[in-house]
Structure formats: structure tokens, C-alpha cells
């Protein structure tokens, strides 16, 4: 028993056998081998890389001398978010060497390269001086888009040798102040949207700029919406060719003289005053712009202007005259009589908007060339008389909204209007509601193609001659009458309508018609009839017989409100693609005749039909 029991002790110390114990101490060994040469395999690499580096690091620019120790800039920088990483001067200085000189409680140095970044690790404001070698020739991009920046001081900089200042201050849009001191300009040829954007610049000293080689200033000032006052006695721009946008935008601005901007050789002045809504005096007196071929939205938007004398303007190349003075809702007289128009193209919306002009001044205008006069006068709501006999419209085709609203023209004379080419006539006399006649009868609308909105609104016209209109390739004759409330009568028998889509509130409103003879009328082709008599209250009769209608598929409030209906003939009126219905007869008169074809009326239109009349079916 007790053998048995040493044997079984014997065995259960024995149950993990030597050889099992020496093995694993042999793999513990051996991964410990296998991990200690990874480690040294992981440092040998990177040790590798390390050399590597070094060997091919390029090899660093020995920092030059400052040379011209008085070339020096002072900022004021603010920077508002913590840790923001900021790029001082653009990558395209990278021929500055510079140092700056950050002033926070204690001042120290910090130098470096253009391209090199500082990192700013408080919310104070910084005034950091920087010094620049001599024979600088561009400052372009200098400060671009440098939100922060809120002062620069220049007056110790060397710019003898400057050719451009193109985008210098762009976006610089927490600028208060910059200090020019005597500033060299000579030799700058480009200062293109110099200021542009600079939103909180409220003044502007740059009376000692040297302007005289400056070819382009396109967008200078753009955006400057704080900006109160502009100084500049001495711009004279005389080899400028680019001044688009120079002052656009300038919101602020009240009053502006460049009475000594001799802008001879300007291509381009489009723009120049566009949206400087606040601008009362504006002195061009001396402006001469002989060259100028582009002039759209010269003036736009200055709706602050109530007078502007332009007879130092010249004109004598110009092509563009589209939106010139649009919007200038202010100006109450313009005599435009010294403009020489003869290479002028476009006019659209040239007087768009001026809703207090009473004088227009414009029978030397040679329109011979233009193709555009869309919008011209649209909104002139002051004009009473307007004098075109001189206009020359032969290569005019698009005439839209041409006179729109303008609602005191009482009289026009259009007989000398050649729209022989004219294709765009819709909304031309739109809203001319003081007219009371309109000699049309020469006019040519063979090539006009769409007529929406034509004498729309003209609600003291009393009678109009169509009999000259060729209306075959109108596609569009949706509301051409709409509300003319006291036309009595209307002779559409020349009317040919083969390519007619859309008669959509056509007569609409046309309150003192008694009588509307369209049965010759082809509407085969035809969708939208909705509304095309509503709101006529003295028609009596009206005859239908020859419409084809199997294309229609609006018949909404078609004959709605008219109250003095008593006769409908509906006898070629199909109805079977109208999807659209509701108040085709609400309003009608009380008693009454509608002659129809059952076949040809679904349903839905016929419980719609007047209670109370008396209903004649005429089947085929």
C-alpha cells in the first residue's frame, strides 16, 4: 500500500514529462532570439532611412544680408483663431528674404523665408515689421486674401522699380488702414483688383500715385462697401485700357471725383460705377473714353445719381452700350444727344429701371448696327413722351419687353420701325397702360416667333389695327391681350395661328370687347387654352366652330366671369385630352345657348355646363 502510494505521488509529480519542459524553455529562447533581431532589423531601417535623408536633404539657402535697411513695411495683424497656422507673404515672393519683427510683451526676432509659416498661439494683435531687398518689381498677390490684416504701413518702401500691384490687398477683408507715404509708381503697369474686396477700408489717400503707365485697374476698388472716401487728384490713366469694375460695388462711396482720369485709350470702362447705389456727385468732366469699346453697366445700379453730365464722354467706338444706366431709379434727366452710336451692337436694358426719368435725350442715336434692344426702356414709369423717329431698327431682333411698363407714355411713334429681322416680340408694349393708341401698321412680323404679353396691361388702348400682322411662325400667344380692359374692338382676321402652341389667357381681362371673331383660327396644334376669355364681362357671343381641339389639355376657367355670355357654339370643340377643367363656365350669364357636339365632350365638362341654359346638340 505504501509503494502504491509512493508510485502514485511519483506519477502525479511526473505529469508533465522532462523532455515536454525542455522544449519549452528552448521556445522561449528562441523567440526571445527572434524578437531582439526583429528589433535591431526595425532600427537598422529606419537607421537606413535616417542616412538617407540627411544624404539627400537639400542642402539650406544661406540667409542673406538685408541690404537696404530703410526698406521697411510695418503691419498690424490680428489673429482671431488659436493656433492659426497663416502664410505672411504669397508663395510667389519666393525671391524675398525678410525678417519680422513680432512686438507682443517682449519683443524678439523671427526670421524667415518667404514660404515659411509662423505659428501664432494667441488671439493679440501683432504689429510685425518687415524689411525687403532692394529692386523689388512685382507686388503682386502680396497680401492676398490676408483676412486678419488691419494696418499696413508702406511709407519707407522702395518701389522705384514696382511694374505691378495686381491682386495686392485682395480679400484683405479686415483692412482699416494703409499708409503710402510717398510711394513710387512710376513703373506699375497692372493694378488690377489692388483693393478689391478690402470690405472694411472706410478711406483712401493715393494722392501721391503715379498712374500714368498703368494699363490695367480693372476691379481696383471692387467691393470696397465701407469705403467713404477715395482721394485721387492725380489718377490719369492715360494708357489704361482696362477700368471694368474699377469702382463697383463701392456701396458707400457718396461722392467721387475724377475729373482729371483721361481714359483716351480705354478699351474696356464696363462696369466702372456698377452698384454704387450711395453715389450722389460723380465729377467726369474731363472723362474721355474715345476708344472705348465696351461700356455695359457703365452706370448700374447708381441709384443714388439724380443728374450726371456726360459731355466729356466720348463714344465714337463703342459697341456695348447693354444695361448702361439700369437701375439708376434716381436720375429724373439725361441728354445723351453728343453719344455717337454707329458701331453700337447691343442696347438691352440700357435705360431699364429708370423709373424717374422724365427726359430723354437720345434723337442723335444711330442705331443702324444694333441687333439688341430687349428691356431698353422697360420701367421707365416716368417717361410721357419719347421721341425714336431717328431709330434705325433693321437689324434689331429682339425687341422684348422693349417699352415694358413704361406707364405714363402716352403717345409713340413707331412708324419708321423696320422689324423685318425682329424674331423676339413678346412683352414689347407690355404694361404701357397710359397709351391710348398704337400705329402699328407698319410693322413686319413675319420672322417673330413668339408674342407673349405683347399689349399686356395696355388698359387705355381703345382699338388696335393688326390687319399687317403675319403671325405664322408665333409659336406663343399666352396673355398678348391680357387686360387691355378698354379695347372695344380688334380685327384679327389676318391672323394666321398654324404654329400657334400656347393661347393661355390671351384675351384675358379684355373687359369692353363685345365681340371676338377667332373662328378661323387653326388651333390644331394648341395645348393651353386656360383662361383665353375669362374676365371678357361685355362679350356676348362667342363662336368656336372651327377650333379643333383634340390637343388641348388645359381648359381651366376658360370663359370664367364672363358675365354678359349668353351664346356658346362648341360644335368642333373636342375635349378628350383636357386634363385640366375646373371653372370653364363659372360666372357665365344666367340664361343662355351652348350648341356642343356630345361625342365630343367628356363627361366631366359637361356636368359643368351652365344649369340653366338651353343645350343644342350638334352630332356629326
Not at 481714359?263 to 454704387?276: E, H, Q, R, T, V
Request: overall charge negative; aromatic content about 12%.
Amino acid at each position: 500500500m505504501e509503494e502504491s502510494g509512493d508510485e502514485e505521488k511519483y506519477v502525479a509529480f511526473s505529469r508533465t514529462p522532462k523532455s515536454s519542459i525542455r522544449a519549452n524553455i528552448n521556445d522561449d529562447h528562441y523567440n526571445c532570439k527572434m524578437a531582439t533581431f526583429i528589433i535591431f532589423f526595425i532600427l537598422f531601417i529606419i537607421g537606413v532611412i535616417f542616412g538617407l535623408v540627411i544624404l539627400f536633404k537639400p542642402e539650406k539657402k544661406e540667409r542673406k544680408k538685408i541690404i537696404v535697411r530703410d526698406n521697411i513695411m510695418t503691419l498690424n495683424y490680428e489673429v482671431n483663431d488659436i493656433q492659426k497656422k497663416t502664410n505672411l507673404i504669397h508663395e510667389s515672393f519666393l525671391e524675398f528674404i525678410l525678417t519680422m519683427e513680432i512686438i507682443i510683451n517682449n519683443t524678439y526676432n523671427i526670421s524667415l523665408e518667404p514660404t515659411d509659416s509662423y505659428q501664432f498661439k494667441s488671439e493679440d494683435n501683432y504689429t510685425i515689421e518687415i524689411q525687403f531687398f532692394e529692386n523689388l518689381t512685382t507686388f503682386e498677390n502680396m497680401f492676398l486674401d490676408c483676412s486678419s490684416l488691419k494696418e499696413v504701413n508702406l511709407s519707407n518702401m522702395n518701389t522705384f522699380e514696382v511694374k505691378s500691384m495686381s491682386n495686392m490687398f485682395t480679400g484683405c477683408s479686415s483692412l482699416i488702414s494703409v499708409e503710402f507715404g510717398e510711394i513710387d509708381t512710376t513703373l506699375v503697369t497692372s493694378m488690377d483688383n489692388m483693393f478689391s474686396y478690402c470690405y472694411s477700408l472706410s478711406s483712401l489717400d493715393l494722392s501721391q500715385f503715379n498712374t500714368e503707365k498703368v494699363e490695367n485697374s480693372s476691379h481696383m476698388f471692387f467691393g470696397c462697401r465701407n469705403l467713404q472716401n477715395l482721394n485721387l487728384p492725380n489718377f490719369k490713366m492715360t494708357n489704361n485700357k482696362d477700368l471694368s469694375y474699377m469702382f463697383s460695388s463701392c456701396i458707400s462711396l457718396t461722392s467721387l471725383d475724377i475729373s482729371n482720369l483721361d481714359a483716351k485709350n480705354a478699351l474696356d470702362i464696363s462696369g466702372l460705377f456698377k452698384n454704387c447705389y450711395n453715389l450722389k456727385f460723380l465729377n467726369i468732366n474731363n472723362f474721355n473714353s474715345e476708344n472705348a469699346k465696351y461700356m455695359k453697366e457703365a452706370f448700374k445700379g447708381c441709384s443714388g445719381l439724380t443728374s450726371v453730365d456726360l459731355r466729356s464722354v466720348r463714344t465714337d467706338h463703342a459697341e456695348d452700350f447693354s444695361f448702361m444706366f439700369e437701375e439708376c431709379s434716381s436720375l429724373d434727366g439725361l441728354d445723351l444727344n453728343n453719344f455717337r452710336t454707329s458701331n453700337v451692337i447691343n442696347m438691352q436694358g440700357m435705360f431699364n429701371g429708370c423709373k424717374n426719368l422724365k427726359e430723354l435725350k437720345i434723337n442723335n442715336f444711330d442705331t443702324s448696327l444694333v441687333t439688341d434692344m430687349y428691356n431698353m426702356f422697360s420701367d421707365c414709369s416716368s417717361l410721357i413722351n419719347l421721341d425714336l423717329s431717328n431709330f434705325n431698327t433693321e437689324k434689331v431682333e429682339n425687341m422684348a419687353f422693349l417699352f415694358n411698363d413704361c406707364t405714363s407714355l402716352i403717345s409713340l411713334n413707331l412708324k419708321n420701325f423696320d422689324t423685318k429681322n425682329t424674331v423676339k416680340m413678346y412683352g414689347l408694349f407690355s404694361g404701357c397702360s397710359s397709351l391710348t393708341s398704337i400705329d402699328i401698321s407698319n410693322m413686319v412680323t413675319s420672322k417673330v416667333d413668339n408674342m407673349y404679353k405683347l399689349f399686356d396691361n395696355c388698359y387705355s388702348l381703345t382699338s388696335l389695327d393688326l390687319s399687317s400682322f403675319d403671325t405664322s411662325q408665333v409659336t406663343n400667344m399666352q396673355s398678348m391681350f391680357y387686360n387691355c380692359s378698354s379695347l372695344t374692338e380688334i380685327n384679327l382676321n389676318n391672323f394666321n395661328t398654324n404654329n400657334t402652341e400656347n393661347m393661355e389667357f390671351m384675351f384675358e381681362g379684355c373687359a369692353s370687347l363685345k365681340n371676338i371673331d377667332v373662328n378661323h383660327f387653326d388651333t390644331s396644334k394648341v395645348t393651353l387654352m386656360n383662361g383665353m376669355f375669362s374676365e371678357c364681362s361685355s362679350l356676348v357671343s362667342i363662336n368656336l366652330t372651327g377650333f379643333e381641339t383634340s390637343n388641348v389639355v388645359d381648359m381651366y376657367c376658360m370663359f370664367s366671369d364672363c358675365s354678359s355670355l349668353s351664346y356658346i357654339d362648341l360644335t368642333g370643340v373636342n375635349t378628350a385630352n383636357v386634363k385640366s377643367y375646373k371653372g370653364i363656365f363659372d360666372g357665365v350669364s344666367q340664361e343662355g345657348t351652348i350648341v356642343f357636339n356630345r361625342e365630343l365632350i367628356i363627361d366631366e365638362i359637361f356636368e359643368l355646363f351652365p344649369q340653366n341654359w338651353e343645350y343644342i346638340e350638334k352630332n356629326n
